[in-house]
Structures are given as structure tokens and as C-alpha cells.
């Protein structure tokens, strides 16, 4: 069967590596989802969208997949930098809702 | 072009004192959220605002109250301040008034209740 990424709330990777951080959303209804970087002192910082008529979209260096069956969102980095050090949200809405629903965020620490 | 700008940056009250905060949208961008971020968590919806009207509410107690001016422009007041009410509060601005487009934030407002 398939496996779902697990949330974890912290990831360490070395710079140049990939990252990789995996989200779990809760309404079945959600159809449109965001992942933000947050760093410290700062609000959250739109990194890439995905609408739930997609499963993949790529952006400059970053990958979101989104898994409807599951329930399930990620996020890649590609070739992690130090700059990208900060603590990432996953977050679901659904149509004329307005609001969106963050989920619980990771720390990334990218060691030099 | 300017982003979302929040004021004031900082911010100390006491217990039972009123706040309001204030937040200007992206130019351009009709719809106005705010949301409260405890340390450690993610963001937790309060309102929004779009062409002046309430669009939604998030599970905060009547002492939290917002509105929104024809320039577009928010303010959020919370009344008779509790110690659990220190939080960053975050200002979003979005185009329009649904959830098919990305909002963005302001650097928020840091309110720490003594």
C-alpha cells in the first residue's frame, strides 16, 4: 500500500541536499492548498500553491505534490541552501471559504 | 510595491486594557484576514474582511472585533485583554474575496500582555 510522509516538527539537512517536508490536511473538502515560510520576526511568506485539480506543481526550486487520496501535501526543496532555514506551513482552504487553516509547522535547519 | 504593513510592530498592555491594531493591504488587494499566532503554532484564523463586509469568523470570543474602511484599510480591537491573548496578530490582504488566490502577510503585530 502506499505510505504517507510522516509530519516531523523539526528536519536537519545538509546544504545541497534535498529536503523534503510532508503535511497532513484534515477537510476532505479543502481544494486549494499553500505551503509559507516563516522566519523569525517575520509573517508567514508565500512560497507555492497547488489547486486540488492537480497533483504536482513546480515552482523555482521547490516541488509541492498533493496526495487527495490520503489527505496528504509536500513539499520539496531542491539543493537546500542556508537562506532556506525557517519554519514552513502547510495551509488548506476550499472554495469562498475565505480563510485558510494552517497546519502544524516544521523547523528547517540547513547545516553548512 | 509595497506589501502588507502592519502598525504598531510592538505592543505592551495590561490586563482589562483595549487594543487596536491597524493594517493596510497590498494596493489593489479588496480582502483583509487577520489571524493570531501563539509561539510555537501555526496561525489560527479570526477574521475576514472583503469589500467592507464580514466574510468569516473564526472561534474567538465576541471581545475580538475588526472592521474593514472603503480604502480597504483594517483595524482588529480586543477588549478587556487576557494574559492568553499575547500572540503575534498577522494581517492578510488577498485579491479577491474567495480562496483560489494566495494571501500575503504582513510581519505582524507583537502583543504581550502583562
Known amino acids: 500500500g502506499e505510505s504517507v510522509g510522516l509530519h516531523l516538527p523539526t528536519l536537519s539537512v545538509q546544504e545541497g541536499d534535498n529536503s523534503i517536508i510532508n503535511c497532513a490536511y484534515s477537510?476532505?473538502?479543502?481544494?486549494?492548498f499553500i505551503w509559507y515560510k516563516q522566519e523569525s520576526g517575520k509573517g508567514p511568506q508565500f512560497i507555492i500553491d497547488?489547486?486540488?485539480?492537480?497533483d504536482k506543481r513546480q515552482g523555482q526550486r521547490v516541488t509541492v505534490l498533493l496526495n487527495k487520496t490520503v489527505k496528504h501535501l509536500s513539499l520539496q526543496i531542491a539543493a537546500t541552501q542556508p537562506g532556506d532555514s525557517a519554519v514552513y506551513f502547510c495551509?488548506?482552504?476550499?472554495?469562498?471559504?475565505?480563510?485558510?487553516?494552517f497546519g502544524d509547522g516544521t523547523t528547517l535547519t540547513v547545516k553548512p | 510595491d509595497a506589501g502588507v504593513t502592519q502598525s504598531p510592530t510592538h505592543l505592551i498592555k495590561t490586563r482589562g486594557q483595549q487594543v487596536t491594531l491597524r493594517c493596510s493591504p497590498i494596493?489593489?488587494?479588496?480582502?483583509v484576514s487577520w489571524y493570531q499566532q501563539v509561539l510555537g503554532q501555526g496561525p489560527q484564523f479570526i477574521f475576514q474582511?472583503?469589500?467592507?463586509?464580514e466574510r468569516g469568523r473564526g472561534n474567538f470570543p465576541d471581545r475580538f472585533s475588526a472592521r474593514q474602511f472603503p480604502n480597504y484599510s483594517s483595524e482588529l480591537n480586543v477588549n478587556a485583554l487576557l494574559l492568553g491573548d499575547s500572540a503575534l496578530y498577522l494581517c492578510?490582504?488577498?485579491w479577491g474575496g474567495g480562496s483560489q488566490d494566495p494571501q500575503h502577510f504582513g510581519d505582524g503585530t507583537r502583543l504581550s500582555i502583562l
Open positions: 474582511y472583503y469589500e467592507k463586509e
Open positions: 477537510n476532505s473538502a479543502s481544494d486549494y
Open positions: 497547488i489547486r486540488s485539480n492537480m
Open positions: 494596493s489593489g488587494h479588496k480582502s
Open positions: 492578510a490582504s488577498r
Open positions: 495551509a488548506e482552504s476550499y472554495t469562498n471559504a475565505g480563510k485558510s487553516t
